[in-house]
C-alpha cells in the first residue's frame, strides 16, 4: 500500500520563476494538504483541499495556489519566486471526509525547493 | 507568533532511561494534540495523539500527558532505544487531527548506546 508520494525529489529554480509541485496521496485518503518547512523550523499549513476546493487555508500569500484533481492528488503552484521561499514542501493526506477526522495526517518525503 | 513551542532544541539521553519531549501552546482553543517523529530526508511521522477530553494516552513504549490548564504537554519514551534518535515535533489542531495542524520547531533527540 503506497503512502504519499511527492515529485520531485528536489528542484532548483530562479527568482521569478514558477514551480509546480506533485502531491499523490495515500490510497483511501481524500483530503490532502500542504505544508512548508523552513530550515530549523516546524511545519507550517499553507493550505488544505477536499471535494477539489481549497477548504483552509494559512497565512500564505496568492503566489500560493494550488488544485485538487478528482482522484484526489494534489499540486502547489507558486509563482514569482523569491529567495525566501527555499523551503522543503511537504503534502499530507488523510481521510478527512467533509468535517475532516481524527484520523492523524500522513506526510510524504516532501519536495527540496532551492532558489537561486 | 508560534503558538506551539518546544523550547528545547535538543535532548541526549542514554540508551534505556526515560526520554522526557516538552510542549507548550498559547491557543487555548486547540482541541487535538500530535506528536511526529522526522528521521532526516524523510517525511514526518506520526507518533502518538490526545484530544482535550483525555490527559493521558499511552501506545507502547511511547506516553503522551496532557494538562490544559498548564497548556503544556510532553512526551515519554520508556525505554528510550538508539533508533528513536530524530527529531521530535508536537502539532496542535483546533478541531481535529484532519485538519490544519500547527508545529512546533522541533527538539532534536539524541539516544546514546
Given at each position: 500500500d503506497a503512502g504519499v508520494t511527492q515529485s520531485p525529489t528536489h528542484l532548483i529554480k530562479t527568482r521569478g520563476q514558477q514551480v509546480t509541485l506533485r502531491c499523490s496521496p495515500k490510497s483511501g485518503h481524500d483530503t490532502v494538504s500542504w505544508y512548508q518547512q523552513a530550515l530549523g523550523q516546524g511545519p507550517q499549513f499553507i493550505f488544505?483541499?477536499?471535494e477539489e476546493e481549497e477548504r483552509q487555508r494559512g497565512n500564505f500569500p496568492d503566489r500560493f495556489s494550488g488544485h485538487q484533481f478528482p482522484n484526489y492528488s494534489s499540486e502547489l503552484n507558486v509563482n514569482a519566486l523569491l529567495l525566501g521561499d527555499s523551503a522543503l514542501y511537504l503534502c499530507a493526506s488523510s481521510p478527512g471526509g467533509p468535517r475532516g477526522s481524527n484520523q492523524p495526517q500522513h506526510f510524504g518525503?516532501?519536495?527540496r525547493l532551492s532558489i537561486l | 507568533d508560534q503558538q506551539v513551542k518546544q523550547n528545547s532544541p535538543s535532548l541526549s539521553v542514554q540508551e534505556g532511561r526515560i526520554s522526557i519531549l516538552n510542549c507548550d501552546y498559547?491557543?487555548?482553543m486547540f482541541d487535538y494534540?500530535?506528536?511526529y517523529k522526522k528521521y532526516p530526508a524523510e517525511g514526518p511521522t506520526f507518533l502518538i495523539s490526545i484530544s482535550s477530553i483525555k490527559d493521558?494516552?499511552?501506545d507502547g513504549r511511547f506516553t503522551v500527558f496532557l494538562n490544559k490548564s498548564a497548556k503544556h504537554l510532553s512526551l515519554h519514551i520508556v525505554?528510550?532505544?538508539p533508533g528513536d534518535s530524530a527529531v521530535y515535533f508536537c502539532?496542535?489542531?483546533?478541531r481535529n487531527s484532519g485538519y490544519a495542524l500547527n508545529f512546533g520547531k522541533g527538539t532534536s533527540l539524541l539516544v546514546t548506546p
Open positions: 488544505q483541499y477536499y518525503d516532501g519536495t | 498559547t491557543n487555548s494534540f500530535l506528536w493521558k494516552n499511552e525505554p528510550s532505544q502539532a496542535a489542531s483546533p
